[in-house]
């Protein structure tokens, strides 16, 4: 079954500084990834998602991320965080069939210190 | 209105009352979802409807009924809810599966309480 794990719960960072959220997925074929970001009392927005094609996928925000097959995984980064990027952050992984399923992972909290 | 909208934003509702939740998109989506996002827990799927039609319900109690009239438009209509029910109640909107898998585009939520 296809799974999606965020191993940090919370991260903290300094403004300025880089950032990289984990993800890690389980899917047997090529697998359709997404980012997700929840501002508090907001719906959740798509940030940037891979399908196929070029590993390194940019997105919205100055975020990227990156496919690695060999890893399972798909790491957000960004270069230097804002204190506005402090908000949850979700992973998941895109399932085909009759219906357009999103598996969610559990969701990376980021802090951003002054 | 752009996006997916969602109304009411906050709902406090008693155990025996019945409140229905509101979603509409304006994507010209053909895929409509309800998920409940609690505090500390994955997001949980629990309706998905393609081209009006109910394609998933993920085992969810009958005390939440879906109703989707069009593919615009969806409803979680609530009745005698329990107060583990309290949660934010996300829709989501995209293009129909078939086969396929799609970005889904989110509301802000219904924030709900239980009491």
């Known amino acids: 079954a296809q799974s999606v794990t965020q191993p940090d719960i919370h991260i903290t960072v300094s403004e300025g500084a880089s950032l990289e959220l984990r993800c890690n997925y389980s899917y047997g074929a090529t697998p359709y990834l997404f980012w997700y970001v929840q501002s508090p009392g907001q719906g959740l927005q798509l940030l940037l998602k891979y399908f196929s094609g070029d590993t390194l996928v940019q997105g919205i925000k100055g975020f990227e991320a990156e496919f690695k097959r060999s890893q399972s995984s798909f790491n957000l980064r960004k270069p230097s965080v804002h204190w506005s990027d402090a908000a949850e952050y979700f992973c998941a992984v895109g399932r085909g069939g009759a219906t357009n399923k999103l598996i969610f992972g559990t969701g990376t909290l980021l802090a951003v210190q002054p | 209105e752009t996006g997916v909208t969602q109304t009411p934003r906050h709902l406090v509702m008693g155990m025996t009352n019945k409140k229905s939740l509101k979603c509409e998109q304006h994507?010209?989506?053909?895929?409509m979802y309800w998920y409940k996002q609690s505090a500390k827990k994955p997001l949980e799927l629990m309706f998905v409807?393609?081209?009006?039609?109910?394609?998933e319900n993920n085992s969810v109690p009958s005390r939440f009924s879906p109703e989707c009239p069009n593919s615009s438009h969806l409803f979680l209509h609530l009745h005698t809810l329990q107060p583990e029910d309290s949660a934010l109640y996300l829709c989501a909107s995209s293009q129909a599966g078939q086969g396929l898998v799609y970005e889904q585009y989110f509301g802000p939520g219904t924030r709900l309480t239980v009491t």
């Open positions: 994507l010209g989506h053909n895929a």
């Open positions: 409807y393609n081209f009006k039609e109910q394609t």
